[in-house]
């Protein structure tokens, strides 16, 4: 018998996943164990295995997509098997169906209704395309047209710019990107529209536009289309246009707004520029594909013969060269990891009222200390691990820092689980180091290179990620002086390490060199008081200071 398989909720805060790639397709057999495909949770790309044997009979979301826990993303049975009615049952699937098996259902009216409903009329059957008012600028919720370019009935082409639009930086045009005649025009000179408004129609002459119309939203009352058969009003600019002119002043020449700023920004003299557009109006394309003629450049060169010979020579003026950059970017669409990240920490910054207290701590001892157990340990213990140490035994003697505030409680944990914040290509992972103040330096050196490698090759389990009571972010092997961390909910508590730095230090009187590493506490108000935050620190820096005590 058939069975759905679901989107499966591979961590404790993941509510949807992001199908990364399927290792089977529609029609291979599959085995218990083997694996489905790779599901792109908020923490990590994970493999999904098939808890059944069977054949891959349905398929219900696309590589790339994503879909929330809990809903059908595939269907395994016998080959052959009739699974149309585990779709109907799964209610979310159904929603997944392809476009083509989804048609029949879609037939069905509804049984009882007072009339019957019209037919929704297939809108990529009408020869017409809407034209909305676009978004110009990033701060833009409305445009006001200033000038139409054409009137209804008139025949348009795909670069021609329909009209000028006021926006809240600049007067731009819009190009409608469609050749037809402009059938509609949804709102006069003057008047306001808000981003996506329907402004115009452009299509086949003749053809019925009241279904986009009804479908896009009611255009403004005032607004009505006019009839086709408008007489056209030509203007007599065209015949001054034609004069040929190189004067320098060409704030007469009809040109729409983009193409005079562009002009002005390239030092074009628009009265050089042929324009395309009716009347012989200038726009965007015709500035951007003007190349200028070697006349100009003619006249510049016969000026100086022209000067009299007998005139004092003049000093040159300083010509810089033109320089003219290219603005370019790059997007990327938001992973599920730094969607969870962004939640997160935005909730805990905006939630939590975070404090801070930094302290000073003398690495000196922890620097030979250090390179003495190494010539003996049996892996190499870095000063992160003697960082992961010091906090879980000092967490011991300050439970307040191992706590958690749950809105009408507060937690207070008796076990020690420390998380190590770990920076991969994607975002971050905590991995958690648990029951940290029992174990030795050797056994925490070991757990933090073995979870750091399982998060680089994205290998990393979400138990593995789960539970911790304190949290240390170190920045040190980067050089950073000093830096704040933002809580990891729901622990109270971050730590920000940072480098050790070889700074002149005053020791019984006298200034002497001093390796000096600086850590600073984040703290939740709400669970956590200053002077608290500073005990901790305090016992911190006796154990780092003095760290045969970690061993103790």
Not at 93 to 104: I, N, Q, R
Not at 320 to 345: D, H, N, Y
Not at 437 to 446: E, Y
Request: glycine residues 6%; hydrophobic residues 45%; contains cysteine.
């Amino acid at each position: 018998m058939a069975e759905v398989v679901k989107m499966p909720k591979m961590s404790d805060t993941m509510t949807e996943g992001v199908l990364a790639k399927w290792h089977k397709k529609v029609g291979d057999k599959v085995k218990s164990g083997d694996v489905l495909a790779e599901i792109e949770t908020d923490k990590a790309t994970m493999d999904f295995e098939s808890y059944q044997d069977g054949v891959l009979l349905y398929i219900g979301i696309q590589e790339g997509a994503a879909a929330p826990v809990d809903s059908v993303i595939a269907i395994l049975g016998k080959e052959g098997e009739d699974y149309k009615s585990l779709l109907d049952q799964a209610g979310s699937g159904a929603a997944a169906e392809p476009a083509k098996e989804a048609a029949p259902a879609a037939d069905k009216a509804p049984a009882a209704t007072p009339a019957p409903a019209a037919p929704k009329v297939d809108l990529s059957s009408i020869p017409a395309t809407v034209i909305r008012m676009p978004l110009l600028s990033d701060t833009m919720t409305e445009g006001t047209i200033e000038k139409w370019n054409f009137k209804v009935g008139d025949k348009v082409k795909a670069d021609d710019s329909l009209a000028d639009v006021a926006t809240d930086k600049a007067t731009m045009e819009v190009v409608g990107y469609e050749a037809g005649t402009l059938l509609y025009i949804g709102v006069k000179e003057g008047e306001a529209a808000k981003v996506n408004d329907i402004i115009a129609i452009v299509g086949k002459e003749g053809t019925d536009i009241t279904p986009l119309l009804q479908d896009g939203g009611s255009a403004p009352a005032a607004a009505e289309a006019a009839p086709a058969a408008e007489a056209k009003a030509e203007t007599t600019e065209a015949t001054a246009a034609a004069t040929e002119s190189s004067s320098d002043d060409d704030s007469r020449v009809k040109a729409s707004p983009l193409a005079r700023k562009i002009a002005k920004d390239k030092g074009i003299n628009l009265n050089d520029v042929k324009g395309s557009a009716e009347g012989g109006r200038i726009i965007k394309k015709d500035v951007e594909e003007y190349t200028p003629s070697a006349k100009p450049a003619a006249a510049a060169e016969a000026a100086p013969a022209a000067a009299p010979s007998a005139a004092p020579a003049a000093k040159a003026p300083i010509v810089l060269p033109t320089f003219t950059g290219e603005e370019k970017f790059s997007e990327r669409p938001v992973t599920q990891m730094r969607k969870a990240i962004s939640r997160r920490l935005s909730e805990s910054l905006f939630t939590a009222p975070h404090f801070y207290v930094t302290m000073s701590i003398d690495m000196d001892q922890a620097i030979t200390a250090r390179t003495r157990m190494n010539e003996v340990a049996p892996v190499k213990i870095s000063f992160n691990d003697f960082v992961v140490k010091a906090c879980a035994v000092a967490l011991r003697q300050h439970p307040a820092i191992n706590s958690s505030f749950l809105g009408d409680k507060i937690r207070t944990n008796e076990h020690v689980h420390v998380g190590v914040a770990v920076a991969v290509d994607e975002g971050l992972l905590v991995p958690v180091i648990k029951f940290a103040d029992g174990k030795s330096l050797s056994h925490i050196s070991v757990e933090v290179k073995e979870f750091a490698g399982k998060a680089k090759s994205k290998k990393l389990q979400p138990n593995e990620m789960e539970g911790s009571t304190f949290t240390i972010s170190n920045l040190g092997m980067f050089g950073v002086d000093e830096f704040t961390a933002i809580i990891n909910t729901p622990n109270a508590c971050i730590l920000a390490v940072s480098g050790i730095q070889a700074v002149p230090v005053v020791k019984n009187g006298a200034v002497i060199p001093g390796n000096i590493m600086k850590v600073t506490l984040s703290a939740d108000h709400r669970v956590v008081d200053g002077a608290t935050a500073a005990a901790f620190l305090q016992t911190l820096k006796q154990l780092l200071e003095e760290p045969v005590r970690l061993l103790i």
